[in-house]
């Protein structure tokens, strides 16, 4: 494997920094590639405005325009090429992150709004009265594989299915359908630790070992079976999911995840 | 009303900043104090890191004690400390922004990282096994409303019940329920502008009707009926709602809405 390991947290000594570390050391050791976008340490920018783009103070920017124009241009800022080329060379990319207020932290959300430029990550394909994009299930990086793997200080029980935080699967889908399946990645099931807030030394080595085990078996897990936009299971233009397509008392969220 | 607008989008020119500006226009010449929070033109900084709390690169840096040792001591960073001022100022709280990849954009995720500390809006009160702390419902923030207008590229649709991208309601409840409701902030239903990508100029007009009259009768909106932690609707430790307490076939998100 070729792996892209994206990774937001202010302190290396922290957990989500020796998860890092350790996911480098067993994919290495394992026979793998791996690059790292340790954003904190790269300085990352993490937010979107007109210098992106060199424009000038006086025109309107619209950020969509802009960066479809840049992408195409190839007058992306070197920054957010260097990115785009990493997404284009792995096969699987890990973001390593603590949910900071049920989602990721500002640096790396920035790195979403920055690098998934138009062109790149959307605004790819026709878009008609016919279709409405190459994407969920298509797209610039289609073939490749994402795994979210996350802390939340919270117990578990919170973010289960009737848990006050909501289901953990509805918090990340936001990122892992909206973010990650919209331009052709599929998504593998998230590595989440919960009760962080709580845990010790004492806890650390049984937590890294489950980590090496979803790490050398990667290859072999199956992703989340999300539907894709343009095979049928939608309506046109509406882009509504057609009826009688999910298991009985399905709703939300989960009506676009197959079986 | 005493109304602070926090507004995050590069360009005055755009739409949001055009609705930002009838904000500010219609609640003071509806004899309303506002304040204004242009995240862009105050170039706040978005990324949570050592600096913000003077700590030394030695010392291993932990996000949530750090900012809640800082916010007792007063010695939280100038720009966080009159944030939180203005949130205590304020009875109502607008947000305006663009929605960029189904959340809000870094600068915005900044400003909840950062001006959300520890001991303001979250570790605040009893954390033991008979409580969790003073949050949905109760905590620093209470007595606010807030009410999220955004923008949304892709058509009303695509956010329905069965939508492809997921129902605007679920796609919110993360920032509606899990950033502003945690520390005690009622949540007024959202202002949500579709199809924002194809809008032209013709269409501004009835957009900046329906923004006024939302704007002239936020005082007379229902609130999201979300429950209230701490008073009999969830199981203690395990903060899962009680069994029965939903209407048939409720699931996910809206569990934590009553009614």
Do not use: C
Not at 120 to 141: C, I, N, P, Q, W
Not at 160 to 174: E, S, Y
């Amino acid at each position: 494997m070729k792996t892209l390991i994206v990774y937001a947290h202010p302190e290396p000594k922290s957990l989500n920094g020796s998860l890092k570390d350790l996911a480098v050391s067993t994919l290495e050791a394992a026979g793998h590639t791996v690059q790292v976008s340790d954003l904190y340490a790269m300085n990352w920018k993490a937010v979107v405005d007109a210098t992106d783009f060199g424009a000038d103070a006086s025109s309107r920017l619209n950020v969509a325009l802009a960066s479809g124009r840049a992408f195409d241009a190839g007058t992306l800022t070197a920054d957010v090429h260097a990115e785009q080329q990493k997404l284009l060379w792995a096969d699987t990319i890990i973001f390593q992150f603590p949910m900071w207020w049920y989602t990721m932290p500002a640096i790396l959300k920035g790195w979403v709004d920055r690098v998934f430029s138009y062109h790149f990550a959307y605004g790819v394909g026709e878009h008609s009265d016919t279709k409405y994009g190459e994407r969920f299930g298509e797209g610039t990086l289609v073939g490749r594989k994402a795994l979210l793997s996350v802390t939340a200080g919270g117990p578990e029980s919170h973010y289960a299915a009737r848990g006050i935080n909501g289901p953990i699967d509805d918090l990340l889908f936001p990122i892992q359908h909206g973010i990650l399946y919209y331009p052709g990645i599929e998504v593998l099931p998230p590595f989440v630790l919960y009760g962080t807030d709580r845990m010790t030394d004492e806890n650390y080595p049984a937590v890294a070992e489950a980590w090496k085990q979803r790490l050398l078996t990667l290859e072999s897990t199956e992703p989340v079976a999300y539907r894709r936009q343009n095979f049928g299971d939608y309506e046109i233009p509406s882009l509504h999911l057609k009826e009688g397509l999910e298991p009985a008392g399905r709703t939300g969220f989960g009506l676009h995840t197959r079986g």
